[in-house]
């Protein structure tokens, strides 16, 4: 046995062996990168492996049965030993192997280190996962670090098509991450903000308020079935790897790829910065391939948010359901999209949430402390005005889970609205220290401060909106309300005008644009704007209402009291405060005709509670109705004894509600409930209050038209306030041609 060793030593064996395979696995590699390049067939791998596998034995043999001399090859038997040159091919040998080597350790030093640590690189991978901890980034972390963004990670397979599924992959762990007890996550919308961006990552996460980022890349390979990802976890603080991790596998295993990912990671991060807390995370739910493809596409469609991709979304997500009908995560994403399609105005809110509400339901009852359905449920419930109800849902999905961004900026706008003003903000700063890349989270805040009139918080909180994404038109939007609700309605033009610049596709930007100009007294340019919003959607029911009013002012009664009819029968749904234009002259033509019966019904359809005993609203809107029912019923009986109880009712609510918030309206709904009264001083004051405090928004509807103000017409203040309302909207007429550049 001893001799037989030896002699393959001499004869060199077992450095060809050791070189030879060396090569081998260099080739490999380099075979691998290029045909999942030019996208070679799966058996073309098998080929140059099945041949190498081969190659090694007759290598083998070769080196055994020849000998390399200074006259060539020679058969080993034909050598004289006392010629044999072995050793000297021995030391060649040695020298190769060590080139090879340095070679092969080369590019797997390339592959750990070098490749994973830039962004948007891709490391080639070896059919078992393979991981690296950098020691000294281990030291860094055992200061506690608790919070982390997911950032996009980069679609690496060589068609560039498959966005969708990588954009999937990375919300997916976004989601399983974020329900670790006691790390904080960036939300997604913050985090795809820095999608395809090449700032450093330790500005990105000073940007996202994180002390931790992941990223990585994913190849999928359609052609092979195979899915190729990489994950690497870096401290923010140097930019040095804490962790990072790749997997090679078949694409049917994704669903055990994103566990394992998740596990790993979530182990990684509770070692390295939450200590010895619960390790188990849930296990994404599973479902078959071609209904998660669908999934994905759709979830990407609905994140666009656009007409067109939202119509996309309903189909894809659809049909996914219809694949896996028990499915969850499509079931919450159907249910999101037909929001999204409610608050776009593609489908009518009614219709829509109809739709989402049944998915909610199967979502709960299968996943009681699913914290967005119960935040999509409250949403709903808001809209439909089933406010206790949308509170305890709001509640739920923030009991559920607290770091909801979606679910604090609907609870905030809901509780601000609702009058708690100091917690809704604080709710929406939350949302947005969460997500502070999120343009809905800054609309809110937005149009909050506009709300409040605060022209340095909402001018900031708008322009913020055009920091994250320059192009959008709801910066300019936000700050033309903020304008309107203090009664410069010349600025709002100008805002306006350059939100519909920005957005010029969009018909409710010059609708609006043709109501404004009407109260400035200017049928032109409303003219202009109406023709505008009527050639990018002439059946809009804010264009309708453009229309209507347009008709009003050009004295077509007859024509606008039609239109405002034949839009009620075909239910249009409201956009902008449309319905309340077409039933508002609705109702004051029924009772312009005294069909008193007709007036009490649509002011029921709006508000049914609005004759209950006792009256069960807390709702400071639900004034209006109050006050107009009090209104009617007085006309048509005048000893009504409903009529006390809605206005003192009417009252209550309007004077414990928050002034700050639109101040004009206060005093303008306290107007109506004193002249519901008949306390005309009562109301005439009120009425020049508003108009000090900046209402001015609609107000020839009101102040020529509304039956609640008729009785008030021959008095002098209130011809008087008429003519400082006329006088204002001449000098604003002026400004606004000066801040559009129009000649007269």
């Known amino acids: 046995m001893r001799s037989i060793f030896s002699e393959l030593k001499r004869r060199n064996v077992f450095r060809v062996g050791i070189a030879y395979a060396i090569t081998a696995w260099l080739i490999l590699q380099l075979s691998d990168i290029v045909l999942d390049n030019i996208q070679a067939p799966h058996w073309v791998m098998q080929a140059i492996m099945l041949l190498l596998a081969i190659g090694l034995p007759l290598a083998l043999v070769f080196a055994w049965a020849f000998e390399l001399t200074p006259d060539g090859l020679k058969k080993e038997k034909d050598v004289d030993r006392t010629q044999s040159i072995t050793h000297q091919t021995g030391h060649k040998l040695d020298r190769t192997i060590i080139v090879i080597l340095v070679l092969a350790l080369g590019y797997f030093a390339y592959d750990k280190f070098g490749a994973g640590s830039e962004k948007g690189s891709e490391p080639f991978l070896t059919e078992q996962a393979s991981s690296t901890v950098d020691s000294d980034a281990t030291k860094r972390a055992l200061t506690p670090l608790k919070s982390l963004a997911v950032l996009p990670f980069v679609d690496m397979s060589p068609a560039k098509d498959n966005e969708y599924f990588t954009d999937g992959l990375t919300?997916?762990?976004?989601?399983?991450?974020?329900?670790?007890?006691?790390?904080?996550?960036?939300?997604?919308?913050?985090?795809?903000?820095?999608?395809?961006?090449t700032e450093d990552l330790r500005e990105i996460g000073s940007k996202l308020n994180v002390n931790t980022l992941l990223e990585g890349s994913v190849r999928k390979d359609d052609k092979r079935q195979r899915i190729r990802v990489t994950v690497q976890l870096i401290n923010v603080a140097d930019g040095y790897h804490i962790w990072s991790d790749t997997y090679d596998r078949d694409i049917e295993d994704i669903f055990a790829i994103q566990e394992d990912i998740a596990q790993q990671v979530a182990d990684a991060l509770k070692i390295n910065l939450l200590g010895e807390e619960e390790k188990q995370i849930a296990a994404p739910a599973r479902t078959g391939m071609n209904?998660?493809?669908?999934?994905?596409?759709?979830?990407?469609?609905?994140?666009?948010?656009?007409?067109?991709?939202?119509?996309?979304?309903?189909?894809?997500?659809?049909?996914?359901?219809?694949?896996?009908?028990?499915?969850?995560?499509?079931?919450?994403?159907?249910?999101?999209?037909?929001?999204?399609?409610?608050?776009?105005?593609?489908?009518?809110?009614?219709?829509?949430?109809?739709?989402?509400?049944?998915?909610?339901?199967?979502?709960?009852?299968?996943?009681?402390?699913?914290?967005?359905?119960?935040?999509?449920?409250?949403?709903?419930?808001?809209?439909?005005?089933?406010?206790?109800?949308?509170?305890?849902?709001?509640?739920?999905?923030?009991?559920?889970?607290?770091?909801?961004?979606?679910?604090?900026?609907?609870?905030?706008?809901?509780?601000?609205?609702?009058?708690?003003v100091e917690e809704g903000l604080a709710q929406l700063h939350e949302a947005a220290r969460i997500e502070p890349y999120d343009t809905t989270v800054q609309w809110e805040l937005c149009m909050t401060q506009a709300l409040l009139v605060d022209v340095t918080a909402g001018t900031r909180?708008?322009?913020?909106?055009?920091?994250?994404?320059?192009?959008?038109?709801?910066?300019?939007?936000?700050?033309?309300?903020?304008?309107?609700?203090?009664?410069?309605?010349?600025?709002?033009?100008?805002?306006?005008?350059?939100?519909?610049?920005?957005?010029?596709?969009?018909?409710?930007?010059?609708?609006?644009?043709?109501?404004?100009?009407?109260?400035?007294?200017?049928?032109?340019?409303?003219?202009?704007?109406?023709?505008?919003?009527?050639?990018?959607?002439?059946?809009?029911?804010?264009?309708?209402?453009?229309?209507?009013?347009?008709?009003?002012?050009?004295?077509?009664?007859?024509?606008?009291?039609?239109?405002?009819?034949k839009a009620r029968d075909e239910k249009l749904p409201g956009r902008q405060g449309s319905d309340d234009i077409i039933d508002g002259l609705l109702l004051n033509d029924a009772?312009?005709?005294?069909?008193?019966?007709?007036?009490?019904?649509?002011?029921?359809?709006?508000?049914?509670?609005?004759?209950?005993?006792?009256?069960?609203?807390?709702?400071?809107?639900?004034?209006?109705?109050?006050?107009?029912?009090?209104?009617?019923?007085?006309?048509?009986?005048?000893?009504?004894?409903?009529?006390?109880?809605?206005?003192?009712?009417?009252?209550?609510?309007?004077?414990?509600?928050?002034?700050?918030?639109?101040?004009?309206?206060?005093?303008?709904?306290?107007?109506?409930?004193?002249?519901?009264?008949?306390?005309?001083?009562?109301?005439?004051?009120?009425?020049?209050?508003?108009?000090?405090?900046?209402?001015?928004?609609?107000?020839?509807?009101?102040?020529?038209?509304?039956?609640?103000?008729?009785?008030?017409?021959?008095?002098?203040?209130?011809?008087?306030l008429v003519a400082m309302f006329e006088a204002d909207m001449e000098k604003q007429h002026e400004e606004a041609y000066e801040l559009l550049g129009l000649k007269k």
């Open 171 to 197: 919300e997916e762990l976004l989601n399983i991450l974020a329900q670790i007890k006691g790390l904080q996550v960036a939300g997604r919308t913050s985090s795809f903000a820095f999608k395809n961006k």
């Open 291 to 420: 209904a998660y493809d669908l999934y994905l596409q759709g979830l990407q469609n609905v994140n666009s948010y656009s007409f067109e991709s939202l119509r996309k979304s309903e189909s894809q997500l659809t049909e996914s359901l219809a694949i896996d009908p028990g499915y969850l995560p499509t079931k919450l994403a159907l249910a999101r999209m037909w929001i999204a399609q409610a608050d776009t105005g593609a489908t009518p809110a009614p219709e829509a949430f109809a739709k989402a509400n049944p998915l909610l339901d199967e979502v709960l009852a299968e996943d009681p402390g699913n914290s967005d359905a119960h935040g999509y449920r409250g949403r709903i419930q808001d809209y439909q005005e089933n406010y206790a109800a949308a509170r305890v849902s709001f509640q739920q999905a923030l009991e559920s889970n607290p770091r909801n961004a979606n679910a604090l900026t609907n609870y905030g706008r809901f509780l601000f609205d609702r009058g708690e």
């Open 461 to 565: 909180e708008c322009e913020r909106i055009g920091e994250i994404q320059p192009d959008n038109p709801m910066q300019y939007y936000g700050q033309g309300y903020m304008h309107m609700f203090r009664g410069e309605l010349a600025q709002f033009l100008y805002w306006r005008n350059k939100a519909s610049e920005a957005d010029p596709a969009d018909p409710e930007l010059p609708a609006g644009g043709a109501l404004v100009w009407l109260d400035i007294g200017d049928t032109e340019r409303a003219e202009a704007d109406l023709q505008k919003a009527a050639s990018l959607d002439p059946d809009h029911p804010f264009t309708l209402a453009a229309r209507i009013e347009l008709l009003l002012y050009q004295e077509q009664y007859q024509q606008a009291v039609s239109l405002a009819q």
């Open 591 to 720: 009772v312009r005709r005294r069909d008193y019966a007709t007036a009490l019904a649509i002011l029921q359809e709006g508000f049914p509670d609005g004759l209950a005993s006792p009256l069960d609203t807390d709702d400071v809107d639900d004034v209006y109705a109050l006050a107009g029912l009090a209104y009617v019923l007085k006309m048509q009986n005048p000893a009504a004894e409903q009529v006390p109880a809605l206005l003192d009712h009417a009252d209550v609510l309007n004077k414990r509600s928050d002034g700050r918030v639109f101040p004009s309206e206060k005093p303008f709904r306290q107007a109506m409930i004193e002249s519901a009264r008949g306390d005309k001083v009562a109301a005439l004051s009120s009425l020049h209050e508003a108009f000090e405090k900046g209402w001015r928004l609609g107000w020839r509807d009101w102040m020529y038209r509304d039956f609640q103000f008729e009785s008030l017409h021959n008095e002098p203040e209130y011809k008087n």
